[in-house]
């Protein structure tokens, strides 16, 4: 199933994206420690060929969790926003990972939130703090859209959207899909601008009837069903990709980069294919990074702006799905 295009006014916030940063825990855990758990059958050329992952990233101290992990990109995208920690009026935090008490969000606190702790921690004390929960890995294109859309209302200056995720504790080991994810952090500074230059429109749908899709069992380890998000989400995040450039008069010719989910390898070159997309404006990390959930979107540009490969003024498409079904896509320009 997916959402038809609707008609109604293209969304317009006073937001630019003027900062970026990525952080990635420990040294790569490449597809060897899957091989190395006999009983899941699987090797390095399988784990490839079915998801595209070589590597992946999880913490190697108990200590570093969400939280941690969010203080360290925070650091890095307010050094490239060239703001300071005083300077935030707003923080939205956003994991798909974290549960209370099997896998709390920080080393010091056993709620599922990252924005409170993350305050505290990265000394973004003039902020007022909430978390966007519920859409797992659409959080990044949800948050942005809330931060902009309150920028605008309030008249704030600069808002902060972190996403992490750390999902070692909450894996099934005996089931193959746990090689596909990995943990990390990204952030993102949204500062005051002129309305349509920098955050130019968003697009999201829902579609709850696909709920059971993603869920936790009685061990509080992540379910997911494979295969229905593989015959729906590639068509999902097609359709919402037409949708916001018709909606604002641009072709695939027109973007510079195209960011999507990375969910899967194999769901990336569906979509990249029914898009036609050429391979040159496609940036992914899935397969050095594994699906980092929230974190993929804007860890892969924060990637590719610390190697200058997107540069200010970039026109980018970006579009992602998570639990529900709640999916969509954004068109903005870095910096």
């Not at 925070?74 to 009026?89: R, T």
Request: hydrophobic residues 40%; aromatic residues 8%.
């Amino acid at each position: 199933m997916t959402a038809e295009p609707q008609n109604r006014r293209t969304c317009r916030v006073p937001a630019r994206l003027s900062g970026i940063g990525h952080y990635f825990p420990g040294e790569p855990i490449t597809n060897e420690y899957f091989e190395k758990l006999t009983h899941l059958g699987v090797d390095d050329a399988w784990i490839r060929r079915n998801t595209g992952v070589g590597s992946r990233h999880w913490p190697s101290d108990e200590s570093e969790r969400a939280v941690e992990m969010g203080a360290k990109a925070v650091e890095k995208a307010l050094e490239d926003a060239g703001v300071g920690p005083l300077d935030i009026d707003l923080v939205i935090g956003t994991t798909a990972t974290t549960r209370p008490r099997t896998n709390p969000s920080s080393a010091t606190n056993r709620y599922m939130d990252i924005s409170l702790p993350l305050q505290r921690q990265a000394g973004l004390r003039k902020a007022f703090c909430f978390d966007i929960t519920a859409v797992a890995c659409a959080g990044f294109l949800y948050g942005s859209l809330v931060a902009g859309s309150l920028m605008g209302s309030l008249g704030l200056r600069n808002a902060l959207v972190v996403c992490a995720e750390n999902p070692k504790p909450i894996l099934n080991f005996d089931y193959r899909y746990s090689a596909l994810f990995g943990a990390g952090s990204a952030a993102a500074v949204w500062s005051a601008g002129e309305a349509g230059t920098g955050l130019l429109d968003t697009v999201l749908h829902s579609d709850g009837n696909y709920f059971d899709v993603f869920d936790i069992d009685d061990d509080d380890t992540m379910m997911m069903k494979g295969r229905q998000v593989g015959e729906l989400g590639p068509g999902m995040l097609a359709s919402s990709s037409r949708e916001v450039l018709d909606r604002n008069g641009l072709s695939i010719d027109d973007i510079d980069w195209f960011i999507p989910h990375q969910g899967n390898l194999n769901m990336v070159r569906q979509v990249v294919e029914d898009l036609k997309v050429p391979e040159e404006k496609v940036l992914i990390n899935i397969d050095r990074r594994g699906n980092t959930s929230s974190v993929s979107i804007p860890s892969c540009l924060s990637e590719n702006v610390a190697d200058k490969r997107v540069r200010p003024g970039d026109l980018i498409l970006a579009c992602s799905i998570g639990r529900g079904f709640s999916w969509g896509a954004s068109l903005f320009r870095y910096q």
